[in-house]
């Protein structure tokens, strides 16, 4: 079945440590983002790709990076940079402007 | 700048009743996409509607229909007959063009109940 898989569903981070949240589609979709949500803050965007090897920030991309290697392929690294990292992480893909973006069932990522 | 904008945090509205949540955006661009999504307590997000901004026929899906205002920028979801699964939060979201590259933005959210 085509889709967008994240995982892992819960992850845990102590301060100080990378962590690398995966995103996965088998849509042969080109674009794909990276949101984080809040509660009150609906979705903000981190990252977002049209292509492979290439990728722009979104409103919130300072202390995160990401890579598009392939074009399945979208991760996200919350580096100790970010100050406030516990939160909900939405990815999503779509094949253009248009259409549907379809989502992950995200990740939810706690600092301890 | 918020581009896209939900004055709703919060709405209730009885079951069998309508509701309908605003939402207004900001864009120099003549065509344009615009999309409703729902988020049920399980958190997938879900397609509601879609609605071509040249398109003057405003999108309708089963219950669920909007209000296109293209010179006020508005952009809004009515639900009829509102059931108890309709319980969610709703974000309004378009395809925002920047520098060349295209962005998907959403609003904040309106946090919908639907009560017994």
């Known amino acids: 079945d085509g889709g967008i898989t994240q995982s892992p569903k819960y992850l845990f981070r102590k301060e100080g440590q990378n962590v690398t949240l995966s995103c996965e589609q088998n849509?042969?979709?080109?674009?794909m983002y990276w949101y984080r949500q809040d509660p009150g803050q609906g979705l903000r965007l981190i990252y977002y790709s049209q292509i492979v090897n290439d990728f722009q920030k979104g409103d919130i991309a300072e202390g995160y990076s990401v890579s598009r290697e392939k074009k399945e392929s979208f991760p996200l690294t919350v580096t100790s940079a970010q100050k406030n990292p516990t939160a909900f992480y939405l990815c999503?893909?779509?094949?253009?402007?248009?259409?549907?973006?379809?989502f992950g069932q995200g990740t939810r990522l706690t600092v301890v | 700048a918020q581009t896209v904008t939900q004055s709703q945090p919060e709405m209730s509205v009885q079951e069998a009743e309508t509701v309908t949540l605003s939402c207004t955006y900001d864009?120099?661009?003549?065509?344009?996409?615009l999309f409703w999504y729902k988020q049920p307590p399980s958190r997938q997000m879900i397609l509601v509607i879609r609605?071509?901004?040249?398109?003057?026929q405003n999108a309708t899906e089963n219950r669920f229909s909007v209000n296109f205002q293209k010179a006020a920028k508005s952009f809004s979801l009515k639900i009829s007959d509102s059931q108890l699964g309709d319980t969610a939060m709703y974000f309004c979201?378009?395809?925002?063009?920047?520098?060349?590259?295209?962005?998907?933005?959403f609003g904040k959210g309106t946090k919908l109940t639907v009560n017994p």
């Open positions: 979201a378009f395809v925002l063009t920047q520098g060349g590259s295209e962005k998907l933005v």
């Open positions: 999503a893909s779509s094949i253009g402007r248009a259409a549907e973006a379809f």
């Open positions: 609605q071509e901004a040249y398109k003057q």
């Open positions: 849509l042969n979709h080109d674009a």
């Open positions: 864009t120099s661009e003549n065509n344009y996409y």
